[in-house]
């Protein structure tokens, strides 16, 4: 499995951004995918790219607010977040795919390495 580390959380007034980054080594080729998970809430898909970055998956939710994209000569992938609203709190976890392509599941289990998680919390 890959080691994934997930930075970038924070404390963010309401209609505020963050930037979140998702590092690590020997994804170049596979897909990465953003997901959140708030208390009591199951874990959500909201974004995924593709191994090359040429095509992108952002659930409807959050799509117009969130961006996501890669630098694979850094190893990063970010998911640049804007107009953050309360029920935007979660704790955020970066995973990768074993292809290089996100498919149309936003299911965890298509996922096989996972960041241990950021917190981001929007309040006022």
């Known amino acids: 499995q890959l080691k994934l580390v997930e930075s970038g959380g924070g404390l963010v007034q309401p209609g505020g951004s963050l930037r979140l980054s998702c590092g690590g080594s020997?994804?170049?080729?596979?897909?990465i995918g953003w997901f959140r998970q708030a208390p009591g809430k199951e874990r959500e898909g909201i974004a995924c790219?593709?191994?090359?970055?040429?095509?992108?998956n952002v659930t409807d939710s959050v799509k117009g607010r969130f961006t996501i994209s890669r630098d694979n000569a850094k190893n990063t992938v970010i998911l640049q977040m804007k107009s953050l609203k309360p029920e935007d709190t979660a704790v955020y976890y970066c995973?990768?795919?074993?292809?290089?392509?996100?498919?149309?599941?936003?299911?965890?289990?298509?996922?096989?390495?996972w960041g241990q998680g950021t917190q981001v919390t929007v309040s006022s």
């Open positions: 020997g994804f170049t080729y596979l897909a």
């Open positions: 790219i593709s191994a090359a970055g040429s095509s992108t």
């Open positions: 995973a990768s795919k074993n292809v290089g392509w996100c498919g149309s599941t936003w299911s965890p289990s298509s996922y096989h390495s």
